[in-house]
C-alpha cells in the first residue's frame, strides 16, 4: 500500500465568513446568511483537498469558531453565559472559557449536519474531528464535576454517542483532537487512555487520536522554544496510545525537535506523520516532503504511514495554507512513485 495522506482538520477561515487569522474568530454574519457561508466555504475546503489530491478530507471545520467550543456550544451543562478566563495547555495561554454548570449531555447530534453535508459533497473518505476528553476537560471551567477525570469521563460518553451518529452517515474516520495530553503527561498515564477507549470502545468506523505541540500561534512558539533541543513527550505518550482502541496516532514531527525514533514505538496503529509545519509561513517543497516522509520510513513501513500537517492550519493565512496543500499532495505522490 502507497503512502496515503490528510490533513489534521481545520483549515483558514474564508474573510467573508470570520475574522481572519484568528484561533477564536468572530463570524461575520448571522441567521441564514451565516449558514449558507459556513456551506460555501465547507465546499471550498474540500475542493481544496481534493485538487491537492488527498486521501482523507475533512471539512476544514469551517462551521466551528474553535475545534473544542464549537462541540461544547450543543452540550446542555456548558454555561456560556457563565465565562471564566483560565489558564489552558498546563497554563501555556489564557483563554475565555465556559463554565460547566451540571450534567454535561449532548442536546442531539453536535456535528451531524455538517457531516452529512460534507459526505454528500465529496467522493473522498471523510474524517470528522472532535475535540478529545482531556482537551475538553482542559478548555472548560468545572463547577459541578469536582475532578477532570470523572469530568472527561461524562464528556467520553457524549463523544462515544457522536461517533455513533457520525458513522451512520458515512464519516470515515473519527479523529480525537488531544493537545492536552503533551501538556499533561501525569493525568495521561493515570486517566487519559482510559478516557480515550471510552470514546472509541463500541466505534464501528476507523478512529485516530491527534496529540502535537499546538496551533502555530505565538503562545506554543514561545513554549516550543522552552522545551530545549529534544522535545521527548512522544517518547512517554505513544506507547500509551499504542495500548488503546485507537487504529491511528497522529504527531508532529516536520520543522520540530520530536526525535524521530520515537515513531519506532508506535506499536500496531498507523502513523499520521505532520511532514507540513504550520508554525510557518514557509510553503514546503514536494522534496521537503518526500526528505521528511523518508525519515519515518525508517522506522515504519509505508502501509502504516499517513502524511499529514503537524496540526490544524485555522489561524494561518488562506493562500499559504492552500499552498502547502498542494505541498502535501505533490510530495506524497512523489513519495510513491
Not at 16 to 37: S, T
Not at 56 to 72: A, C, K, N, P
Request: proline share 4%; hydrophobic share 40%.
Amino acid at each position: 500500500m502507497d503512502i496515503r495522506s490528510t490533513i489534521a482538520g481545520s483549515l483558514p477561515k474564508p474573510v467573508w465568513l470570520a475574522e481572519p487569522e484568528k484561533l477564536w474568530p468572530q463570524w461575520l454574519l448571522d441567521g441564514a446568511q451565516l449558514a449558507d457561508a459556513k456551506r460555501d466555504a465547507t465546499r471550498i475546503a474540500l475542493f481544496e483537498q481534493d485538487r491537492a489530491n488527498l486521501t482523507y478530507v475533512t471539512d476544514g471545520e469551517q462551521s466551528r469558531r474553535h475545534f473544542v467550543h464549537g462541540f461544547l456550544e450543543h452540550i446542555d451543562g456548558v454555561d456560556f453565559a457563565k465565562m471564566a478566563r483560565r489558564g489552558i495547555r498546563a497554563d501555556r495561554y489564557k483563554a475565555d472559557v465556559p463554565t460547566i454548570t451540571g450534567p454535561v449531555r449532548r442536546k442531539g447530534s453536535v456535528h451531524l449536519d455538517e457531516a452529512t453535508f460534507a459526505r454528500s459533497h465529496t467522493k473522498r473518505r471523510l474524517k470528522v474531528t472532535l475535540p478529545g476528553p482531556m482537551t475538553i476537560v482542559d478548555t472548560v471551567q468545572d463547577e459541578h464535576y469536582g475532578d477532570r477525570r470523572s469530568l472527561a469521563l461524562a464528556f467520553a460518553e457524549l463523544i462515544r454517542e457522536e461517533i455513533a451518529s457520525l458513522e451512520a452517515v458515512g464519516v470515515y474516520t473519527v479523529q480525537l483532537d488531544e493537545p492536552a495530553l503533551n501538556a499533561y503527561l501525569d493525568e495521561a498515564a493515570q486517566w487519559g487512555m482510559e478516557a480515550i477507549d471510552a470514546c472509541v470502545r463500541d466505534a464501528g468506523c476507523r478512529t485516530a487520536v491527534h496529540v502535537c505541540y499546538g496551533y502555530g500561534i505565538a503562545a506554543n512558539i514561545e513554549w516550543k522554544q522552552s522545551l530545549g533541543q529534544t522535545w521527548d513527550h512522544y517518547q512517554h505518550l505513544l506507547p500509551l496510545l499504542s495500548k488503546t482502541r485507537i487504529d491511528e496516532i497522529s504527531i508532529e514531527l516536520a520543522g520540530s525537535r520530536v526525535p524521530p525514533h520515537v515513531l519506532g514505538a508506535i506499536a500496531g496503529k498507523d502513523a499520521a506523520v505532520g511532514v507540513i509545519d504550520v508554525a510557518t509561513d514557509y510553503v514546503e517543497t514536494p522534496e521537503d516532503v518526500v526528505a521528511t516522509l523518508n525519515i519515518a520510513r525508517g522506522y515504519l513501513p509505508d502501509d502504516r504511514i499517513i502524511a499529514s500537517t503537524n496540526c490544524g492550519m485555522a489561524p494561518m493565512r488562506r493562500d499559504v495554507a492552500y499552498a502547502k496543500l498542494q505541498a502535501l499532495g505533490a510530495g506524497v505522490a512523489l513519495a510513491n512513485s
